[in-house]
C-alpha cells in the first residue's frame, strides 16, 4: 500500500461545476495536509494546508480532513477551465517534515 | 521577495559524468528540501536540511547521491557517475520550518542523462 494514495484521473468536469479530488494517507500520526496544484512542466504550487478535522475554505477551494479515516479531500467550487492541472496531496508525517506525496490526480475543466 | 531560485533550469549530460544542482532557498527560510519527479511521477523525497542540524538523507537513492548546505542557505545536490535513470526533474523547496511546515517550491532542473 503506497504511504499517500490519490486516484490518477482524468477527473473530468464541466466548467462551473465541482471538482471533488480525494487522497487517503496510510500514517495515522500525520500531522498535516497540503494540497499542492501542479501545471503541465511547471512546478508544484500550493493551494492550502490543513490540520485540524473538518473543513477549511480559502476562496473557491474547501479541504476537508477526516484522521479517523485517515482521508483528506478538496473541492473545487465554480471550476475553470484554468484550474485544469495536476492536484497533488502531500501529507507531513509523525517522524518528521519531509512530505510525502500522492501521485497526483489530474483534472481537465471543460468549458 | 524572490522566491526559490534553481539552476541551472536544464542540464544535459551524459552517462557517467557528475553534475551539480543549485537551489537558492527564500531568504529567512531554514529548511530547505530536495525531491525529484519522474515523468509521469509524484514527487520522490531526496533530502532535507533544517538549521544547523544533521540532515535528513533517508531518500537518497543510492550513495552517488550527496547534498550540502553552506552558511545555512545556498544548497548543492550532486550526483555522480549519472545514470540514465537519474533523468528527472530535481526540485527544491523551502520553508519556515515549524509545526506547519509550508514548503515552497522552486523551479526546478529538468536532468537529462543521455
Known amino acids: 500500500q503506497k504511504e499517500v494514495e490519490q486516484n490518477s484521473g482524468p477527473l473530468s468536469v464541466p466548467e462551473g461545476a465541482i471538482a471533488s479530488l480525494n487522497c487517503t494517507y496510510s500514517?495515522?500520526?500525520?500531522?498535516?495536509f497540503f494540497w499542492y496544484r501542479q501545471y503541465s512542466g511547471k512546478s508544484p504550487e500550493l493551494i492550502m494546508f490543513?490540520?485540524?478535522?473538518g473543513d477549511k475554505e480559502d476562496g473557491r477551494f474547501t479541504a476537508q480532513l477526516n484522521k479517523a479515516s485517515q482521508y483528506v479531500s478538496l473541492l473545487i467550487r465554480d471550476s475553470q477551465p484554468s484550474d485544469s492541472a495536476t492536484y497533488l496531496c502531500a501529507v507531513n508525517g509523525a517522524a518528521g517534515n519531509k512530505l510525502t506525496f500522492g501521485g497526483g490526480t489530474r483534472v481537465l475543466v471543460k468549458p | 521577495g524572490a522566491g526559490v531560485s534553481q539552476s541551472p533550469s536544464n542540464k544535459v549530460t551524459e552517462k557517467g559524468k557528475d553534475v551539480e544542482l543549485r537551489c537558492d532557498p527564500i531568504?529567512?527560510?531554514?529548511?530547505l528540501y530536495w525531491y525529484r519527479q519522474s515523468l509521469g511521477q509524484g514527487l520522490e523525497f531526496l533530502i532535507y536540511f533544517q538549521g544547523n542540524s544533521a540532515p535528513d538523507k533517508s531518500g537518497l537513492p543510492s550513495d552517488r547521491f550527496s547534498a550540502e548546505r553552506t552558511g545555512g542557505s545556498v544548497s548543492t545536490l550532486t550526483i555522480q557517475r549519472t545514470q540514465q535513470e537519474d533523468s528527472a526533474v530535481y526540485l527544491c523547496?523551502?520553508?519556515?520550518?515549524?509545526?506547519?511546515?509550508?514548503?515552497?517550491f522552486g523551479p526546478g532542473t529538468r536532468l537529462t542523462v543521455l
Open positions: 490543513i490540520y485540524s478535522n
Open positions: 531568504s529567512g527560510h531554514t529548511a
Open positions: 523547496a523551502s520553508s519556515r520550518g515549524g509545526p506547519i511546515d509550508t514548503q515552497y
Open positions: 500514517d495515522r500520526g500525520s500531522q498535516s
